[in-house]
Structure formats: C-alpha cells, structure tokens
C-alpha cells in the first residue's frame, strides 16, 4: 500500500444505518475490524440504532484512514479525548497531519477528513415531532442571531423555513466542531451571512456562506454545504491553513465496501450478533 500523501487529504464518504445495512454475516466481522474497547462500548448500548449509529462510524473512521495513510487495519490506533472525541494516535510525517469527524442524523453516516481542523454535521429535514415549526422555531430562539432568524423565516412554506432552519444548524455545529470549543460554546455569537444560491443541486457543494464572530468576519474557515439527497443537508467546516482549488465531494460508501479494506484485528465471533440481537430496536426513535 503507499503511504500518506498530501494530495489525498480531503475525504468525504457517506453511509446508511438502515435498508438492512450490517446483515448477519457482517456484523460479526465488523465488530473484529474496530479495536477491542470500541466493540465493547458497542456491546453496552441499550438500543440497536445506536449500537448500528456507532458500529458504522467506527467503520468509516478507520476505512477513511486507511485510504488516506494507505496502511493496513492493524497499523491504525485510535484514541478518546476526555470529551469522547476520536483522534489517530499515530505519528505521521513531520509536516502532515490528519483530522476528522463524524455525525449522524436520519439515516445517514457523514464522515469529513481533512489535513487541517474539520467538523461535519448533517440533519435530516423533517418536521420536529410533537411540535408545530413556529412553536420548535421559539423553543430555539436564542440559538441564532435575529438576521438569522428573518433568513429562516423568509421561505413562505414550513417545510422550507425549517430546511433553512437545519442549514443554519449544521452550519453552526460543524463550525463548532471544527473549532474545538464544543457545545459549550454559545451559538447566538455565531451569525451566518449564507450563500444564496440554496439548494444546491444533489451531490455539489456551495461555498459561499460567511461567519462573523461577534460581528468579525470568521475570514479562515470555509463553509461546503450540500445535499446528500432531497431530505438530508450536510455542512463541512474547514480550516484555510492550506487552500484547496475546489472543496470535496461526498461519496457514499457501502457496508460491503468499507468492510473491504478494514482486515480482522481478531477472529470474528458468530455470538456477536446473538448479542446485538438482544438490543432494543428503536429505530423510529428521533434525535431531534
């Protein structure tokens, strides 16, 4: 396999947790190619959506590394910050660095990986449940700007005010975690002047929304915005320490795919899926 490359340093792959992804005969090896200790955090999940949410993160983290490091399986070693964020532990080349993160919404996986700080977010484009736009918009009325909030608004249907409402979110998240401040970090200082040119259509990316921090032009992040299909936006956040002539596209990746390069770490156990199959399926539970 060759080794890390610098023009290889943006990546962008997609999965799904549903439409049967992770059969039988899958799981098992799927939870032999992660380490030790995320298989056993995997085990300890109540409900199947999130142990599935977890298994194909895992998955795509250590696939996206593998391209892009060009080492095998057993050569990737992950660790947790104490706020249970994923880094590489490995030492890389003098000069070259690799970030990445992960988020889940709907039915989908996103991973970014970028060779400075990156965040993703994604969110599906649905109707909060239990609640009218107008009374969820109020619930989270200080969580943007008031020039954010006429943007939001500005659609004359619900359907379209609330796919503005999760731009701005996935905008703010990603930026969030880019950043490193997490959640702690208070949105309503975060206004976004965004790209007017919504929606893209499915598979481009924009990237001409700007952030202003207390009212100072965030000029060293770049913002990619797209559409992974009709009912799920996606924001990528990255650091302009290095310019790329045009920002990447997402790719969806199978579970037979991501599987392909990620070798058994040790022997697949059939009991794998005789335990999962104990966790409570809830797959019509919402995250929102």
């Not at 023009?7 to 098992?28: C, D, I, K, M």
């Not at 970014?112 to 700080?117: F, G, H, M, N, R």
């Not at 409402?165 to 880019?178: D, G, T, V």
């Not at 002539?245 to 969806?252: D, I, K, L, T």
Request: hydrophobic share 35%.
């Amino acid at each position: 396999m060759d080794t890390y490359s610098a023009g290889r340093n943006s990546y962008r792959p997609f999965s799904t947790h549903r439409q049967n992804a992770l059969h039988v005969q899958e799981w098992p090896r799927a939870m032999a190619s992660i380490q030790l200790e995320e298989a056993e955090r995997i085990r300890g999940f109540m409900f199947s959506r999130d142990a599935k949410l977890a298994l194909v993160g895992r998955m795509l983290i250590r696939a996206a590394l593998i391209h892009l490091l060009g080492v095998p399986n057993n050569e990737i070693h992950l660790g947790r910050t104490d706020k249970g964020k994923p880094y590489l532990l490995n030492a890389l080349p003098a000069g070259t660095s690799v970030h990445f993160n992960i988020s889940h919404h709907g039915k989908y996986v996103v991973l970014a990986a970028e060779s400075t700080p990156v965040g993703v977010d994604v969110m599906e484009l649905v109707r909060p449940r239990g609640k009218g736009a107008q009374e969820f918009f109020h619930t989270m009325r200080r969580q943007f700007t008031e020039g954010e909030w006429r943007a939001i608004r500005a659609p004359c249907t619900e359907e379209r005010q609330l796919a503005q409402f999760y731009r701005h979110w996935c905008l703010k998240e990603s930026y969030i975690k880019a950043d490193g401040t997490g959640l702690s970090y208070g949105l309503e200082k975060l206004h976004f002047e965004i790209d007017p040119t919504w929606p893209p259509s499915i598979g481009n990316v924009i990237t001409g929304s700007q952030l202003f921090i207390n009212g100072v032009h965030a000029a060293e992040w770049q913002f990619e915005e797209s559409l992974i299909d009709s009912e799920h936006c996606v924001a990528v956040t990255t650091h302009l320490s290095t310019q790329r002539s045009h920002p990447a596209s997402f790719v969806e990746r199978t579970v037979p795919q991501i599987l392909l390069p990620l070798s058994p770490l040790r022997d697949p156990q059939e009991w794998e899926w005789d335990r999962f199959s104990t966790q409570i399926d809830n797959t019509q539970r919402s995250l929102i």
